[in-house]
């Protein structure tokens, strides 16, 4: 099936272990890296950047596998869960990004689909966290409130 709006077909990402083992080299227990977690994300890391420096730099396949918990997670039973969750942010910090660019370049029709392409998806995200229960139910997506939520 194609890509919702590139029309392109792609392949998946990054092949995943086919057991899910914990292997006899990895010599880090399930609280520390718990405790591994917590401190980069005090040093200002993502969800998704703090799973490659694990993965990068500690040699941890995957958290999962470990500690049997996934990374938000473990952010959330610590306190430090995110407003938002990282795709809707990496959407709007985009969507901020095409804004400022109008500003600058107002014929840009190009920039005009991206942003109408952007708006949609994080619509769409929105919808979804709502029914999940991970947003509020007044939640809406609004550009001035957006990039306060952001930055």
């Given amino acids: 099936m194609a890509r919702m709006y590139s029309r ?10 086919s057991k899910a083992v914990v292997q006899q080299w990895i010599r880090y227990k399930g609280e520390e890296i718990e405790k591994l977690i917590v401190k980069l994300y005090k040093g200002g890391n993502s969800i998704s950047v703090i799973g490659m420096i694990l993965r990068d730099t500690y040699g941890i396949p995957s958290v999962r596998f470990i500690t049997k918990k996934r ?17 809707m942010t990496a959407l709007i910090k985009k969507d901020i990004r095409l804004v400022k660019h109008l500003d600058a370049h107002k014929k840009d029709m190009t920039v005009w ?26 939640w809406k997506f609004d550009r001035k ?6 930055e």
């Fill in 8 to 17: 392109k077909r792609g392949k998946a990402g990054s092949t995943r272990p």
């Fill in 71 to 87: 990374i938000a997670t473990i952010l959330k039973t610590n306190g430090l869960s995110p407003k938002l969750p990282e795709d």
């Fill in 113 to 138: 689909r991206g942003l109408t392409i952007t708006e949609s998806k994080i619509n769409k995200l929105a919808k979804y966290y709502k029914r999940e229960g991970v947003l509020q139910r007044a």
């Fill in 145 to 150: 409130t957006a990039k306060l939520l952001v």
